[in-house]
């Protein structure tokens, strides 16, 4: 918290009169963000389509199962049902034959994109702004129109994607793309306004779920282009994303411990978990969800909601949520505290107080910082494992630490919530057990799934990265930066791409696991990249 811009002293007339003003002008600057009318809103493809869309998923039509849910009717849903009903039955029909006569592939408009090698991988990047860059929606099978132009991933995914977008923002910061980081800010509040939240995308099939609440860091980095007023002109969004997190944490019991993603600790204190409203198999993974729990002899609704939930926390998927090594079909997300969520929330507890100075409201200021200062003590309480030092998820029905070491344990550097003495550990195992050539692991642990070894990400290198400087370790995290950019610069000179992951552990190969092939773009990988370039002084000025 900076608290040098705290005046507790203010008069009460002059704090009267900037309530209403900033009132006023909160109003007057929301209505900027250009909202558009309600129109009808886009109905999910496995409730349009039902028994439909589960044939066509699990006959894989289309070899990735995203492929189906991103396709594009060509007439309305009701009449390709009708027409679907008369035809199925007779000897001729052909599943396939059918699937592309009434929809359209997904739209590619990178399709034509020659990398070309010659170029810096700076360059190169700067080249990939405009093919990711995609123009204001309008409705179109799953596709939940945004008003403003925006960053995709790349790959298969050519939608916005929600914590991917603050790491992007970082590149498009250093590339002096000030006003797409606007844009994306501003689309994210259209959500938040006209779906109570961020999902995890902006498609149909992910409103059951959101994804780590990155929403304030992205708010925090434009005030930082255009000052704090920018926390006053978005403190109504950030508090909607607040309650949307907290939603029934004050109905919460000794009997009644957990509901959606609030979770009641031993204490009495609110702790987070990740959650998804739905407990049936994701729509763009429905072959691979629905065989799994067919394997598993799990009930099959708690597996649904685990995977989900899963993919709510970006990690799906990872030995962080899974109760038996590494068994897949073993995975308990929904029993997890984990702890990059609750310093997210820390953060947006931080932000509202800091927005809420801007607009001149003392009491919320006083309210969100006591919010902060309780989850810091029960995060602390409950996620830092004493005999390891380090910061590791708790499973709150078991009353244990799940014991895996991951890279999650480095939020609390970057949000500034431990004390040296704990951070001076935690550098020590980033440095002797996630730091390999390339960068830092995700985990200590070889699954085969693509949040484990022997994977590093691009966000989790920036968490450490900036986590590590901000108590005193210059050194570490120069060396695991140049570690990355080396790894990044070497596979963009081989392959000719900037990739969605990348293998750290002393191979250029490129990286598996998963349930998709390597995807290329790549949006966050980019904008990572960018960033510890500049900050390591590697930038051509």
Known sequence: MESKHINYKRTFYSFIFLSFWAVSQVFAQSVSLEVPPATTAPVAPEKAYGELFKQIQLEAIFPDSKTFVDCIPRVPAKEIMEQYEKQKDKKNFVLKTFVSKYFSLPPQPSSGYKS??????????????????????????????????????????????????????????????TAMIQ???????????????????????????????????????????????VLKKYLPFLEKEYAFWMEGSSDLSESNVAHRRVVRMPDGSVLN??????????????????????????????????????????????????????????????????????????????????????????????????????????????????????????????????????????YPLFFGITAQDEADRIAEILETKLLKDGGFLTTTTESGQQWDAPNGWAPLQWIAYAGLKKYGYDDLASEAAQRWISLNKKVYKKTGKMVEKYIVSGTEDEAGGGEYPLQDGFGWSNGVLLRLMKEEGMLKK
């Open 183 to 229: 844009n994306m800010v501003d689309n994210f509040s259209h959500l938040i306004e006209t779906q109570g939240f961020i999902p995890n995308g902006n498609r149909t099939y992910y409103k059951g779920r959101s994804q780590p609440p990155f929403y304030a860091l992205m708010v925090g980095l434009l005030a930082k282009d255009k000052g704090d007023e």
């Open 116 to 177: 070309d090698t010659s170029l810096s991988i700076e360059a190169h990047i700067n080249t990939l702004w405009p093919v990711l860059t995609r123009k204001p929606d309008e409705a179109g099978g799953s596709l939940i129109p945004l008003p403003k132009s925006y960053i995709v991933p790349g790959g298969r995914f050519g939608e916005v994607y929600y914590w991917d977008s603050y790491f992007t923002m970082l590149g498009l910061q250093v590339s002096g793309k």
């Open 273 to 410: 978990r990740y959650w998804d409203d739905y407990a049936e198999p994701r729509p763009e993974s429905y072959k691979e969800d629905y065989k799994l729990a067919q394997a598993s002899g799990r009930e099959a609704e708690q597996l649904y909601r685990d995977l989900r939930a899963a993919c709510e926390s970006g990690w799906d998927f990872s030995t962080r949520w899974l109760a038996s090594g590494t068994d897949l079909s073993s995975i308990q997300t929904t029993k997890i505290i984990p702890i990059d969520l609750n310093c997210l929330l820390y953060n947006l507890e931080h932000t509202i107080a800091r927005a809420a100075i801007v607009a001149g409201d003392e009491n919320k200021t006083i309210q969100y910082l006591q919010k902060a200062r309780l989850r810091k003590t029960s995060l602390m309480k409950y996620c830092f494992d004493i005999r390891k030092r380090y910061y590791i998820d708790y499973n709150f029905m078991e009353k244990k630490s799940t014991g895996i070491i991951s890279m999650a344990g480095a």
